[in-house]
């Protein structure tokens, strides 16, 4: 908590300096004038909101039915990190961003270094919502910082272990309960004639969760610059865990969200997959012939007995600094990630998982899940939930750091390098990135 | 087509490596679209788990109506936009290009060449640097995420200048113009009566270059668009494909999406693909 503190403060204040930057001189300073300011406006007032989460339409036409003074226009586009941020900060600088924006939280520090997000904290119903949030999520919308809220949090994805129970218990092997046994597993999943996972190349948060469950930290700050620290004791054992695994070749290597990928799990070839609560559907979707066969238990952990789980994943619903009606747009905000109607429907449409405590009591969530043999599956999930670490901070240039690390463990994954040298070269990279965009960084 | 008055009698060797080679070249091209098709005739449940270049049980109505369905019948909309953008933009474009060109070509004033060389400059500038320029400058006049956002910037085509210019002075004599000028015939008259029918095969050409370039243009919409509505279908599947980490039943509608838009291309190839060649060779040689 202290520490993402501080790195609000650094935020802060290279947020400042590239607003002093930038050519806009009469911008500066404006940030805590839209603090203060977050009044409900006078008359009815039309929102957009740009997200890409399938049928929002459905959601957001209950909340238009209901309030017929804040009328709320969906637009769309690709994936964030596919262009939508891109035209988000694009919009910025021409000033015609939308009120609101979906933004996931490893893209959140980047709106904020660029100052491109209101300050909610003024706004006293976002205040007062703190306490329904799960605490991890709230820190990667506030940063830490004090009386300061930059989004509302939407959802989370809070990591577990799918596995085929029905090869296992074929096999006589007891799921792993730790990451011990998940390598000693390995060793016989291998002589079955399968492996026990597939090592993703190319979803770098994948692994940021797994580092995150271990210790790791690949961001923060001092009083006034960012640290960047993607090869700490941490991380460094979770890299050279899966580096031993695919040395060995326990785990297969395709890329991933392909149809060899999915035809991998869907021909008994990979047994596991860490992975998060969403990944429940894409298990469904992409392997349906082995439907009944696969459960979830808890993610293995580092240590026995320990109870600690990674996330994956997860979004906010952000207001953009030129909103006129941030009071509107954080009432919206609010309504669609906290009450029961929408999370329902979110769920249903989207497969999104709440990221308030309550959420993880929706009916919906509640139930056994067929393809999983009836197994109430999001229980599991709603547990490690409350297992996520709360201080794990993202760093202001997520997709060129992605970018990198994924050039490296490609490498890897051919036998070129190992893991470690990818995160090596990474944490390099990100720290030029950095430089070259005047954010303050210790060497 | 008389037989050549020397008869160069090709080794078997060298034609059968000429056919080799065509042959693999052919396949190389053709597997991607036939894996397309094939894939798009296949169930959700069977595009991973059958041989990927082989059928499995024939879908593909089944999957086209799905499509069609989706969301509302939102991708019939996308192609009607694309058709919009492309079509609509190339021919306008043409015109605009043969009109330009033709002027250039055929009458003198000061600064002509001036004139066509900024016109020849712009052909080196890729349309792509130009979109977040376009957007900050639409942004101005509140112009972003409108039909014209797209459609005004691919009406210019510099190319298409260049190649009418080049066109019009090889293939419109002024001797032709100067009799249509005594029998009494305007400037603008002469022009689509007699120039353009000379100019014709370059027309095509011009019309086909722009067709496949605004086409192609996936940055420009990608930044000024941002209601599903007024997407050509190009970033449409390609929002759609970027989202099946989320949503991955939308993989199956992404491939059916891909073989059914590149349909209309491959049909104004095919149809075209004489004009085409024609054309190319005119400008490579001019």
């Known amino acids: ?443 | 087509m008389s037989a050549p008055a020397i008869k160069v009698r090709e080794s078997i060797l060298s034609r059968t490596a000429a056919m080799i080679i065509m042959g693999v070249c052919t396949v190389y091209f053709l597997v991607p679209i036939w894996w397309l098709f094939v894939g798009s005739s296949k169930s959700r449940e069977q595009i991973t788990g059958t041989n990927p270049i082989w059928f499995a049980d024939f879908n593909l109505g089944a999957n086209v109506r799905e499509l069609l369905e989706y969301r509302d019948g939102v991708f019939l909309r996308w192609m009607f936009n694309s058709l919009l953008y492309t079509g609509g933009a190339a021919l306008l474009g043409t015109l605009l290009a043969a009109m330009c060109g033709y002027a250039i070509a055929k009458y003198r004033f000061p600064g002509r060449e001036t004139l066509f060389n900024v016109v020849l400059g712009g052909v080196l500038v890729p349309a792509s640097a130009l979109a977040l320029p376009l957007f900050l400058l639409f942004s101005k006049v509140e112009g972003t995420n409108t039909f014209w956002s797209v459609f005004l910037p691919s009406v210019v085509n510099p190319f298409g200048v260049y190649l009418a210019r080049i066109y019009a002075t090889a293939s419109v004599p002024e001797e032709l113009l100067e009799a249509a000028r005594l029998d009494g015939s305007g400037e603008v008259r002469s022009f689509f009566t007699v120039s353009v029918r000379l100019m014709f095969p370059a027309l095509v050409t011009i019309f086909l270059f722009q067709f496949v370039a605004v086409w192609n243009n996936f940055l420009l919409p990608l930044v000024m668009l941002s209601d599903e509505r007024l997407f050509p279908v190009t970033l449409g599947l390609y929002s759609w494909n970027s989202q099946v980490t989320g949503i991955p039943e939308l993989r199956g509608l992404v491939i059916v999406g891909a073989l059914l838009s590149i349909t209309p291309l491959v049909v104004a190839f095919l149809f075209l693909q004489r004009y085409w060649r024609s054309g190319i060779g005119a400008g490579a040689v001019k």
């Open chain 1, 1 to 443: 908590m202290r520490a993402s503190l501080r790195s609000a403060s650094v935020l802060l204040t290279s947020a400042l300096l590239l607003a002093a930057c930038s050519s806009g001189s009469d911008d500066s300073g404006s940030g805590t004038a839209a603090a203060s300011s977050c009044k409900p406006s006078s008359g009815p007032v039309t929102l957009t909101y740009t997200s890409w989460i399938p049928d929002l339409e459905e959601v957001v036409k209950v909340w238009n039915a209901k309030n017929p003074n804040i009328q709320v226009k969906v637009q769309t586009g690709p994936n964030g990190n596919s262009g939508t941020y891109q035209n988000f900060f694009n919009q910025l600088k021409a000033g015609n961003a939308p009120d609101l924006g979906h933004i996931e939280y490893d893209a959140l520090p980047s709106f904020r270094v660029q100052d491109g997000l209101a300050d909610l904290g003024g706004c006293d119903i976002v205040a007062k919502a703190k306490d329904q949030f799960v605490d991890w999520t709230w820190n990667q919308v506030t940063f830490g910082e004090e009386g300061k809220v930059f989004g509302v949090p939407q959802d989370a994805g809070p990591m577990a272990m799918f596995y085929r129970a029905d090869l296992f218990s074929k096999a006589g092997i007891a799921p792993p309960t730790t990451w011990d046994e998940y390598a000693a597993a390995a060793e016989k999943v291998k002589a079955a004639g399968g492996y026990i996972t597939n090592f993703s190349q190319s979803d770098i948060n994948q692994f940021a969760g797994l580092a995150w469950q271990a210790g790791g930290r690949w961001f923060a700050n001092d009083s006034n610059q960012w640290t960047v620290s993607m090869t700490d004791p941490n991380t460094k054992k979770v890299a050279d865990y899966w580096q031993n695994l695919i040395d060995k070749k326990l785990v297969s290597t395709v890329p991933p969200w392909t149809p060899e990928w999915d035809n991998a799990y869907n021909t008994d070839k990979s047994w596991t997959w860490v992975s998060a609560v969403w990944g429940a559907n894409s298990i469904a979707t992409g392997a349906p012939k082995t439907a009944g066969k696969w459960k979830v238990a808890p993610m293995p952990q580092w240590a026995a007995g320990e109870k600690k789980a990674g996330n994956w994943g997860g979004s906010s619903t952000a207001v953009f600094k030129t909103s006129k009606h941030p009071y509107e747009a954080a009432q919206f905000a609010l309504w669609l990630n906290t009450s029961e109607e929408a999370l329902t429907l979110l769920n249903e449409k989207a497969n999104l998982y709440p990221a308030t405590k309550a959420g993880a009591a929706l009916p919906a969530l509640k139930k056994g899940v067929k393809f999983y043999g009836d197994q109430p599956i999001y229980d599991v999930f709603a547990q490690a939930s409350t297992e996520v670490a709360p201080d794990f901070t993202w760093g202001p240039t997520m997709t060129s750091t992605y970018a990198n690390a994924s050039d490296g463990f490609k490498a890897a994954v051919s036998g070129k390098g190992t893991l470690v040298d990818a995160l090596t070269a990474a944490q390099a990279s990100t720290i030029q990135t950095l430089k070259s965009q005047a954010i303050p960084v210790k060497e």
